[in-house]
């Protein structure tokens, strides 16, 4: 596994890498293209879920959907994982349910591409912090300045309090959930570590959803929220996990500097919520931010 991740790594930073580890390095960028796409549509969907059974209710049912289909599909051999093991899916499946939960709520409450921008603030600000390097720490500020861009829309503020803070929830899960992921994707086998986080969000996940699905819930929620489970969770974790186990955590940080973007379109073209100029440079100041902060952490 060391010797495939540090081929593959070589691979995204050497241009005369061999086909075999250029493809694999090819596979892992077409995951994250594909993760961020189901991410960003996939909660612009989710809008008459959310407003039927609630963000938690939706969000809750959704990590179950998901962790029954990855459980079923995988099949892990539970009473074979070590303390260490089962540790490391614990930590992870207790992140993925802060971010998920927050994301969710937060997006309920404020536009698609402002709650992504935000999340991006996590990562940005651990990486700023601990990378040693006095440049990093501007990126974070000019995040921040593309924050500030995408909360007005020419004629008004369009942040809510609630929103921001579930968004900024989002954003410390995020920066959480990238380096457990990898440790994750260590330490298991295929996808079984992450059919057993799965489970364990499903669980976190579990106080905070059956006290909102009490009013709305039905067969057809049911049958909705499973396949939202599909677009988010399900699909997009197991192409990250795939794709972190490719690709350098840096590698990984560039490319979801598209985040945003994609964000910002699907927010526009599923919901109907057109930027104005500002927001647009916003969504870019973001983008620029991110790229730069992954940058600088590897020169």
């Known amino acids: 596994m060391a010797e495939t991740e540090t081929t593959a790594d070589s691979a995204w930073s050497k241009p005369s890498a061999t086909d075999d580890t250029a493809g694999r390095v090819s ?17 612009a969907l989710s809008k008459p879920a959310m407003d039927s059974v609630g963000a938690f209710g939706a969000t809750w049912l ?21 303390r260490s093991q089962w540790l490391s899916a614990l930590a992870l499946g207790a992140t993925m349910a802060v971010m998920t939960l927050c994301f969710f709520a937060a997006i309920a409450r404020i536009p698609l591409g402002l709650a992504v921008a935000i999340e991006f603030l996590g990562p ?78 499903a669980l976190f996940a579990t106080p905070f959803g059956v006290h909102q699905i009490q ?29 972190l186990r490719r690709m350098q955590p840096s590698a990984f940080g560039i490319l979801m500097s598209l985040e945003p973007a994609i ?21 870019v100041l973001v983008m620029i931010a991110s790229v730069a902060g992954t940058l600088l952490a590897k020169s």
Request: charged residues 10%; positive net charge; proline residues 3%.
């Open 124 to 201: 940005l600000t651990v990486a700023a912090i601990f990378g040693g390097r006095g440049w990093r720490l501007l990126c974070p500020v000019i995040a921040a300045a593309g924050v500030f861009c995408l909360s007005w829309d020419g004629s008004s503020w369009v942040a809510d309090t609630r929103g921001l803070l579930f968004a900024f929830g989002a954003a410390i899960g995020w920066g959480g959930y990238i380096v457990l992921m990898k440790h994750a994707g260590q330490r298991f086998r295929g996808l079984e570590g992450l059919a057993v986080s799965l489970l364990f969000a």
């Open 62 to 82: 959704r990590l179950s959907w998901a962790a029954a289909f990855l459980l079923l599909l995988v099949r892990p051999p539970l009473l074979s994982y070590t």
């Open 27 to 43: 596979i892992a960028i077409a995951f994250c293209l594909l993760s961020m796409s189901s991410v960003q549509f996939g909660a």
């Open 215 to 243: 009013s709305g819930f039905s067969f057809d929620m049911l049958l909705m929220t499973a396949g939202l489970a599909i677009l988010v969770p399900l699909l997009p974790y197991a192409l990250e996990f795939m794709a």
């Open 263 to 283: 964000g910002a379109g699907a927010g526009f073209v599923i919901l109907g919520q057109a930027l104005a100029l500002n927001q647009i440079f916003g969504v």
